[in-house]
């Protein structure tokens, strides 16, 4: 490794040793705001093209709040009960909820 390098690194773990762990209240804020984050709800549109227990599969519309392309993925549903309004092929208009690898639709109507 290059001696440079290793000597900022070494400044740097230091560094971060010296501040020693964030305070609680730090953490919680910090923790909330990830929080608040994921439980943004984005929506869009697209067409159903399948349908079961609890989860649904759309191909929908780009997702502008998230920087999304036009993509075709499953959600599942907060409420099962919303599903089964909808068929493979319709076209709807829905809200989700994108945390993790996951998404969770909150909302979800025929167009």
Partial sequence: MNIVVKAGLTAALASVAACGAPETSNSNKSSS???????????????????????VTIAHEPVATLQWPAMTMAFAADDAAMLQRIKPGD???????QAGNGATLTSITKR
């Fill in 33 to 55: 705001a990830v929080e608040e984050k994921t439980a943004e709800t984005h929506s869009t549109t697209g067409t159903v093209t399948t349908v079961s227990a609890g989860n």
């Fill in 91 to 97: 076209r709807v208009s829905f809200a989700f909820r």
